[in-house]
């Protein structure tokens, strides 16, 4: 007795997406490519910052009771970036990785499992973040929500989220 039931649930297939195979990479594995490629950043920026008078006018801001202004703090985040963009392009456009995700072998993929573009990875996955950490307080609060959102189900960072990427062993 095999009736039309109005109230059973369909019946229908649910088909994976491409690249839905590839397992995220896990946190602590990212966290280890985070601090490879902060710390390549922090030995090249630093000096730089240092011979460009940045950590001068914060000390003297300091010294008088105020911050520095938001655009010499805008500025060098630019600087930053660009620097940054600079050291990592070259593994972000052959493999998409950036130096410290090479060393955990992980990589950055969209949601269809291919290596994104390196305009992408740069201008959705990179700047945005940068730009946002340099608002004070609330940059940096928004840059630790974005980390933190790592222990979603998908592990997927609030970058990878606004840049449709994720990262996944580099098999």
Not at 12 to 28: K, Y
């Amino acid at each position: 007795m095999d009736e039309q039931n109005p109230y059973k649930s369909p019946a229908s297939q649910v088909m994976a997406l491409p690249g839905d195979d590839m397992t995220a990479a896990g946190r602590w594995v990212r966290l280890g490519a985070a601090l490879i490629d902060g710390i390549i950043a922090m030995v090249v920026t630093l000096p730089l910052m240092y011979v460009g008078g940045y950590f001068t006018e914060v000390f003297a801001a300091a010294q008088q009771g105020r911050q520095v202004g938001f655009g010499l703090v805008l500025v060098w985040t630019l600087i930053v970036f660009v620097i940054i963009a600079a050291i990592q392009a070259y593994p972000l456009h052959a493999t998409g990785q950036t130096w410290g995700k090479r060393v955990v072998k992980v990589k950055i993929v969209d949601l269809a499992g291919n290596k994104p573009p390196l305009l992408r990875l740069l201008a959705l996955r990179m700047l945005p973040i940068s730009l946002v950490s340099a608002i004070p307080f609330i940059g940096g609060l928004l840059t630790v929500v974005d980390a933190l959102l790592i222990f979603r189900n998908d592990r997927r960072c609030g970058h990878d989220l606004i840049a449709g990427t994720r990262v996944v062993p580099a098999g």
